[in-house]
């Protein structure tokens, strides 16, 4: 499998699809860190991302990050992207959105339990790729979807009395 290949004999001088994306996610996760506390923290906001980025590897770096042109303006991983953009806050925040979820699954055993798997499944493992919610229709197309699968899991523990 080329991918494979490409991930075992990755080094910084490799060429090729999965040898960009490391290159993208080792250097988003380098820069993430090696700030001030404060932007560690809160991040540097998400306009500045990929000006920040290409500060960071170099103008001339063959893999920068390029804000409202034809290259790229994310690490391909949401999560990456939001801790260099967002901070920790912004990754911890994103977290507890996917654990509050995950607790709603487990307390609520119905015949959708297994769409709502799939689905936070896939919007954890899509996100680990690309920044999916970076695109305006896929972020709807989420918000849509967790809308209609888990609005209905908080109604119903709204109406869950706790006997004294």
Do not use: C
């Amino acid at each position: 499998n080329l991918a494979l290949t490409e991930i075992q004999e990755y080094t910084p001088e490799s060429h090729g699809s999965v040898s960009y994306r490391l290159h993208l996610y080792i250097n988003t996760a380098k820069l993430s860190f090696d700030r001030p506390i404060d932007e560690i923290v809160l991040g540097t906001g998400v306009g500045d991302f990929p000006k920040d980025y290409t500060q960071y590897v170099g103008e001339n770096a063959p893999f920068k990050l390029e804000a409202n042109t034809s290259g790229h303006s994310h690490p391909h991983n949401m999560f990456l992207y939001q801790l260099g953009a967002l901070g920790l806050l912004g990754v911890l925040s994103f977290i507890a959105l996917a654990w509050a979820a995950l607790v709603g699954i487990f307390r609520n055993h119905d015949e959708y339990g297994f769409i709502r798997w799939a689905f936070l499944i896939y919007v954890v493992l899509i996100n680990l790729t690309d920044s999916l919610m970076l695109a305006h229709a896929s972020s709807i197309l989420i918000i849509s979807f967790s809308a209609l699968l888990f609005t209905e899991l908080r109604n119903r523990s709204d109406d869950v009395k706790e006997v004294p």
